[in-house]
């Protein structure tokens, strides 16, 4: 088999950052995938809720599943991409999502709630790698002046592939909710009923593993597109280090709750809409509203690249959390679509978040942005903890309660946005 054409490797400059402009096309493709798949959780959450007949925290358990990968790879992604470089660890976590992808066969066909969370944790692992490289890699590519605005455009595409995913996958996969109860059903014919209702589920996920199996040979063509911009020296558990530094710490910790508070709502969209107090709609129909959650996340996103060049992000992140607030206090006071599109815009309100954070907490880090990275990506286990928590809540209240908790999450990023609004001091 001929080998490809050697490709011609980037430059760098410490100060202006690496000028491989076509690369950012790649990093983009790596968002909207990384993003679109995350966001499917939201549709299959309340299938499996159904099939196997779970309450509110058990059915939350599968973004646990999800996000605890985060918590466990993220410090070893970080340790593979110092030594294998940014575009050869891409190829490597998008094998590994091709994988957790082809899982949900055995995990269809044992109709097993918990072979369903190991194949996701295992999608989980592959994405925390893609996201270790990814973040860090968007901020070098370019001037280190406009990387908050570039982390945010790039996340425009994660938001394009979270915006796209959940309505498909609400015609795809939950088109065929409540058309028989399970509670009706036991021993072998509820196994069978499972297995041919999760079916939907794996040729979703199969026509994902192709896609991900060309991206991922793709990418691999590209994998020595990059000069050696990573620090490849030192015990890998040094990055926890980096906590010790006030900016760093308290914006890896707001990483945590924004994911979760994120999470939880988006978790939480089709059963909060069904209530006849709220849209009163099917399950089918509310998963597609998913869109215009992950859907305002995008357009605030493309808006926020443009803003953040012109006002400090920390006040505009200020801003956006106390509109999350405002948004959720409306939505559980009031009822049918004033509850509805207010818990739907808090995605408008999210759009700036995550980059905007990411970007503040790891100002100054230099080659040590890798390390950063992994640290930060082990708090997006606040997917993990936040959205079973609230979960919790509403199975002892209400839907509308639990929104409190996200609530508290955003206030204390407001605080952090407010507390970062100043460049941080390299070093």
């Known amino acids: 088999m001929a080998l490809a054409p050697a490709q011609p490797t980037a430059t760098a400059d410490t100060g202006q950052g690496v000028n491989a402009p076509d690369l950012q096309i790649f990093v983009f493709a790596l968002f909207f995938i990384f993003g679109g798949i995350t ?42 991409v110092r030594k294998a470089g940014y575009m050869r660890s891409a190829s490597i976590g998008l094998v590994v999502m091709t994988a957790g992808c082809l899982l949900f066969i055995p995990a269809s066909q044992s109709g097993q709630f918990g072979v369903f969370l190991f194949a996701l944790f295992v999608l989980a692992a592959g994405i925390t790698m893609v996201q270790v490289v990814a973040n860090p890699l968007i901020s070098l590519l370019g001037k280190p002046a406009t990387a908050h605005s570039r982390l945010t455009f790039a996340q425009a595409f994660n938001s394009l592939g979270t915006t796209i995913f959940p309505i498909v996958g609400g015609y795809l996969i939950l088109g065929s909710l409540a058309k028989v109860d399970p509670k009706t059903l036991s021993g072998a014919a509820l196994d069978a009923y499972r297995t041919a209702e999760t079916q939907v589920v794996v040729n979703t996920y199969l026509a994902l593993a192709l896609a991900l199996v060309i991206v991922a040979g793709v990418v691999w063509t590209r994998r020595n597109r990059l000069p050696n911009v990573v620090e490849d020296s030192g015990s890998v558990l040094r990055a926890f280090n980096l906590l010790e ?154 839907l509308r309660f639990a929104l409190i908790l996200p609530a508290a999450c955003y206030a204390i990023i407001a605080a952090y946005g407010v507390y970062a609004r100043r460049p941080a001091m390299a070093g």
């Open 39 to 80: 966001s499917l959780n939201d549709v299959i959450i309340p299938k499996l809720k159904d099939l196997f007949t779970l309450n509110y925290f058990q059915a939350l358990l599968v973004q646990s599943a999800f996000f605890a990968a985060y918590f466990i790879f993220s410090i070893p992604a970080a340790a593979i």
């Open 245 to 398: 530094r006030p900016r760093f710490g308290f914006g890896a910790a707001c990483i945590f709750l924004y994911v979760g508070a994120e999470v939880a709502i988006g978790s939480l969209i089709v059963n909060y809409l069904i209530q006849a107090d709220v849209f009163g709609i099917g399950a089918s129909t509310a998963g597609t509203y998913v869109g215009f959650y992950w859907g305002g996340a995008m357009v605030g996103r493309f808006i926020g690249a443009v803003v953040l060049r012109l006002v400090s992000p920390g006040m505009v992140l200020a801003a956006v959390a106390a509109g999350s607030i405002t948004l959720i206090l409306l939505s559980a006071n009031s009822t049918g679509p004033m509850a509805g599109w207010s818990l739907l815009l808090i995605g408008l309100m999210n759009s700036i978040m995550f980059p905007t954070i990411f970007s503040l907490a790891s100002e100054g880090l230099g080659k040590r942005a890798a390390e950063g990275s992994g640290i930060i990506a082990m708090a997006i286990v606040g997917g993990a903890v936040i959205p079973p928590l609230t979960g919790l809540i509403a199975d002892a209240s209400s």
